[in-house]
């Protein structure tokens, strides 16, 4: 395969971070910067929260559906997160990597560790973790969104703080101390991985 084809491959960035961490504002930047990167909507079973717009924010399904894409392997991943199902679509991307497009994955751990053993071993990936300043940067920030009680912040920290152990796994990480400056590393890292890739 000559340099040019293989620049022309698509690429999956899968991006994950602890709950608050900046990875959603993250993305959004990044496909405002980049128009001809998209981002891959997932699956869920959780109700929409406000604003957020069916096919656009989420794919949002009732269980039975989301069963059945699982029973059908329609699902490049799926994972149970405080008790609702979520999931990634494999059509999607495989038809918009196909096209030569970097589609942006925002997924928890267990997803990314799903991505990694079946799409990761036979197509291009890249996987970024997020980490936040500390904990109690990550608390305010929970607390800030004013979406969920106290109780819930906390379990979400704790939560957190497992997930922060699983950074290592991921091929880079980046420190959200400031939103721009994360934008502009995770821009940096994606944009590395596609001139080496172009070079080889």
Request: hydrophobic share 35%; proline share 4%.
């Amino acid at each position: 395969m000559s340099s040019k084809a293989k620049a022309r491959q698509g690429l999956l960035v899968v991006i994950s971070a602890p709950s608050g961490c900046g990875k959603t504002s993250i993305v959004e930047r990044l496909l405002k910067r980049n128009l001809d990167w998209v981002r891959s909507v997932s699956a869920t079973t959780r109700p929409p929260r406000m604003g957020e717009k069916n096919g656009e924010d989420y794919l949002f399904l009732s269980r039975d559906d989301f069963e059945n894409m699982k029973a059908q392997s329609q699902l490049l991943e799926w994972a149970e997160i405080y008790g609702q199902f979520y999931g990634t679509p494999a059509s999607f991307v495989a038809r918009q990597t196909d096209e030569g497009k970097v589609v942006l994955l925002t997924i928890d751990v267990q997803g990314s560790r799903q991505i990694k053993e079946s799409w990761g071993k036979g197509h291009p990936m890249l996987s970024i973790f997020i980490l936040p300043p500390s904990v109690k940067a990550l608390r305010e920030r929970l607390a800030n969104r004013n979406t969920e009680t106290p109780e819930e912040i906390e379990k979400r920290i704790a939560i957190a703080q497992e997930e922060i152990k699983s950074a290592a796994f991921y091929d880079k990480t980046v420190i959200n101390q400031s939103l721009d400056q994360a934008v502009l590393d995770v821009e940096e890292i994606i944009q590395n991985f596609l001139n080496e890739r172009s070079q080889k």
